[in-house]
């Protein structure tokens, strides 16, 4: 087992010009093995465009960032395929191949791993009943509602058993309802140990968690919430799990956050 | 590097491309059939009168005639000198018998008026068959003029302008063939790779998600490789069988004409799928580069 405070991801000086404009300005992350964060800021804020240099969709005009062992700065092209088998990634629009099963749009992430069909049924079980849907691998993407959708593409994240996961506004296609049960979804992925990033515009459903919270605004982080309890984070994790099912999702109840976006 | 399950993730992925693409697939499938079809009549209507060319040419002689009751002997050193001459291919000795009952021959039923002839007035003559690529005026010329100084030779002649008529019409025909294969090839290629870009931005998610979810570049485009190769195979196959047909009917009205050999065909199905699949790797490759 990593040491539960290693840094697993980090960005630092980070700069990124979209056309003339700065989309990112002098970014600095770090990310711990196991945390959770969520990155929250207006449409525009680069948000996207920061998760997009993470999983080197992008790379930046200057600074650096690094992924486990991969440095953006010191890597060939080639071994891009690589961090992504080791980074799982969910978007706002699913992404989901139309013309395949649920089994095999997480299949294929394992397939393009080089994990042979009988492993992939093995881990398959596995794999589809922590996002609850083992019952539907034989449908298609089309026939499953939003929420159901997002659960496959989470599914297919998960598929390499990656340290982190990155969401680019996992719940921005979903009703509230469904919401709350993605946002479970995550929380308990990140129980079992995966380190989440999660990316939304929405303030008001995540400051109640009691997570890490990074505001980032016009490229600029203008706020970097630390966890209170980063020793333990094991603890503090599944407290506020158990927290946020007692509280039910509208409340925000707890004093942590400065209230500043209210 | 590629182990058994990336094979079997390859095949997977074709022919689950081949599968699942049935109506565009079989759309451009027709397209590249139908624009290849346009080269190969083009090529077969070449080839075709190419060869009626070379049979042509084949019947072109120098005929050098000899003198009056010459002897065997002088006859068979003229004959040697002739052979001698570089790019002859032979030298056929025609009696003035045999000159006759052809000529006969040729005049058909107004032959009659020849049995008015007390003797035969045609000369013995050596018929010089060129070799094909020294088939041209300037060169009949040249045997002609040296035959004409030697001694028994009466006269020597080829039908000067048959000859020249015959290699403007071949230059024509060669020229013209040259600047239309051009066009017609250069429509198919653009036919066939605009065929190939359409499919692939098609599937423009389909490659984005694979590179999401970690596929490295040729993982993605082995699959694609072998589809255009596939297709290359299946179009050509099909422009091949519908020339077929169309040779058939052809045949009827054009007893003489002829179609590929069998290398041939096999060698256009073989160069369509390598176009095919390399068309589709510089198709995909461009894409995933953005």
Redesign the interface.
Known sequence: MPKQNRIIAGVYHLSKKLGKDFALRDINIQLANGEFVFLVGPSGAGKSTLLKMMYMDDLPDSGQVIMGSYVSTRMKRSTIPELRRKTGIIFQDFRLLEGRTVFENVALAMKVAGTGMAEIKREMTDILTRVGLYHKRYQFPGSLSGGEQQRVAIARALANKPVILLADEPTGNLDPEVTREILELLFRINSSGTAVLMATHDVDLVKSFGQRIIYLRDGRIVKDREMLFRGNLRDTLSDSHVDYRARKFTDNAIGEDNGKNE | MA????V??II?ESTRMLK?GKLSGLISIIIMGFSLLVLLIFLLITLNVSMVIDRGMEEIYVYVYLQDGLDKEPVEIIRNRLLDIEGVKGVVFVSKEEALKKFRDQLGESAEILDELSSNPLPDALRVQMKPELTKSSFMKKIAQTAMEWKGVEDARYGKKWVERGEKLIKGFYMTGLALGLIVFLSVIFVISNTVRLSILSRQ??V??????????S?IQVPFIIEGGVQGIISSGLAMLLLWIVFSFAQRYLPGIVFFQIEGVVGFIVLCALLGAAGSFIAVRKFLKR
């Open positions: 182990g058994i399950n990336e079997k993730y997977g699942r998610k389909s984005e998600i694979m590179k999401l979810v970690g596929a490295t570049n993982y």
